[in-house]
């Protein structure tokens, strides 16, 4: 075991060359354990804490934010938790995976919408390490204007593209080693935070409406906001490791440290009025001299998130069809994301902008996640895997009706049109049945709901070729 650690450490800087193909069986490494690491490092973030002040500021009082906070994360990390099952059998990234529902061409359209999403994730954080970072020269009354913020924004985005560069083996191994020191971080912050909270200023009630829109609030921003990412960091794991305890160690790496932290920013909303301001709301609660200690962690988690999201991103570029290494697909990540990190900077209504973002995120990748987990389970897990890679003289089995399998993209449509009608996204539009069940928005579980029964529905009756694997249905 020593020898497979010390190995582990000696190839974790050297960087990693493959991108989406098939790894293969002796490059298999690891186990489940190492999961909790690193998903209790990514989610262990300044980040995390300020939705709790978030969900205060909707009306919901400390015990609904509670409800909320536990809901959400439990049942979209649980998803989650089934996104990364596939990885291992197969041995290549979830979008690629998709292909086998959605076909090789229109799985490069949700290879985008990913992309996307996860860029925008990116940009949220390195606009708020550029903030973090602006708010140590204030601290210290240096004011750096537009040329200063720019330098920080460029130094930033450099340095947080150092991990997801070298590859799988570095960010394993780092985050393992930033989970202690985020733990002790914030750790001491709760012990300091938590007896001084005024919980009967927080006794209040957002009624139903707002317990439900917080919860979808918890759900977008939660497991589903990874869910198209779950294989990539578990493909590498050998073929035979138990499913179980993936789905347990994915569980618990992202719950336990994203619901206590969420619990203490809603904490945190009854001693500071600037709580939901993640750099100085909870420095605000803290004695002076916590300040630079606070904003060196918070930038380092933010890092540490992003990070993990370029490593994504770059594989969703070549899934998208690049014909571009992983290593160098994250510089056209880092240039992308810096851009719209820069007009997020200077924007300001950036909190109204992020509330837009996941609701338009929740409401395409919740049906997506539902029909890849319908494919997976009629399927019972198996795959063959090369058809996931068709060439000009073998498309494979999953390649449908002109690269596209009809059957996901219908039930795709169907789950956005269904969860639209309980969606909302302020200032954009409010679906008619939301308006009719009293403003509770439903349209995260029911947009799954109906991606997963209308896909069912479509894929028993599809002609042959385009339902490989779904004869054990009837």
């Known amino acids: 075991m020593k020898e497979q650690n010390s190995n582990t450490e000696a190839t974790a800087f050297t960087v990693e060359q493959r991108g989406i193909d098939l790894v293969p069986e002796n490059e298999r490494h690891g186990s489940p354990r190492d999961l909790i690491w690193f998903w209790a490092?990514?989610?262990?973030?300044?980040?995390?804490?300020?939705?709790g002040p978030v969900l205060i500021a909707m009306g919901l009082s400390l015990a609904e934010a509670t409800i909320a906070i536990?809901?959400?994360?439990?049942?979209?990390?649980?998803?989650?938790?089934?996104?990364?099952?596939?990885?291992?059998?197969?041995?290549?990234?979830?979008?690629?995976?998709?292909?086998?529902?959605?076909?090789?061409?229109?799985?490069?359209?949700?290879?985008?919408?990913?992309?996307?999403?996860?860029?925008?994730?990116e940009a949220i954080g390195l606009a708020l390490m550029v903030a973090a970072a602006k708010s140590v020269f204030g601290y210290f009354d240096i004011e750096i204007g537009m040329p200063g913020t720019i330098a920080l924004l460029i130094c930033l985005a450099l340095l947080q593209l150092l991990l997801p560069r070298l590859g799988y083996q570095a960010l394993m191994l780092v985050k393992k080693y930033f989970t202690a020191i985020f733990f002790i971080a914030f750790g001491a912050i709760a012990i300091y935070i938590l007896p001084n909270a005024d919980y009967s200023s927080l006794a209040g009630g957002g009624g139903r409406a707002a317990l439900f829109a917080g919860i979808m609030l918890m759900l977008a921003s939660g497991g589903f906001s990874w869910a198209g990412t779950g294989s990539d960091y578990t493909r590498y794991l050998p073929k035979n490791t138990s499913s179980r305890r993936i789905w347990w160690a994915v569980v618990i790496g992202n719950c336990i440290p994203i619901i206590a932290l969420q619990i203490l920013g809603a904490a945190v909303a009854s001693v500071t009025p600037l709580a939901e301001d993640p750099i100085s709301g909870i420095p605000s609660a803290l004695p002076d001299v916590f300040f630079v200690p606070y904003v060196v962690i918070a930038i380092l988690t933010l890092l540490s998130i992003n990070a993990s999201s370029?490593?994504?991103?770059?594989?969703?570029?070549?899934?998208?069809?690049?014909?571009?290494?992983?290593?160098?697909a994250v510089f056209f990540d880092l240039i992308v994301g810096g851009t719209i990190a820069f007009f997020a900077v200077l924007a300001p209504t950036f909190e109204d902008a992020l509330g837009v973002f996941l609701s338009l995120f929740g409401l395409w990748v919740a049906p997506w996640a539902g029909v890849y987990l319908c494919d997976w389970i009629a399927r019972r897990g198996k795959y063959d895997a090369e058809s996931l890679f068709p060439t000009p003289t073998n498309k494979g089995m999953y390649w449908g009706i002109g690269g596209v399998r009809w059957s996901a993209v219908v039930a795709q449509v169907g789950g956005m049109i269904f969860g639209g009608l309980w969606a909302e996204v302020e200032g954009v539009f409010t679906g008619p049945l939301m308006q009719a069940s009293g403003g509770v928005n439903l349209s995260i579980p029911i947009g799954f709901i109906m991606g997963f029964l209308v896909y069912l529905l479509l894929a028993k009756k599809a002609p042959e070729p385009e339902r490989p694997g779904l004869g054990q249905l009837r």
């Open 41 to 51: 490092g990514t989610n262990m973030s300044v980040f995390a804490v300020v939705y």
């Open 70 to 121: 536990i809901i959400g994360n439990v049942v979209s990390y649980a998803v989650l938790g089934l996104t990364s099952l596939q990885g291992p059998k197969v041995g290549t990234s979830t979008m690629v995976i998709s292909r086998a529902a959605f076909g090789p061409n229109a799985a490069r359209g949700y290879a985008f919408l990913n992309w996307i999403s996860i860029v925008g994730f």
């Open 310 to 328: 370029m490593y994504s991103s770059g594989l969703n570029l070549q899934t998208l069809g690049l014909k571009v290494r992983r290593t160098r």
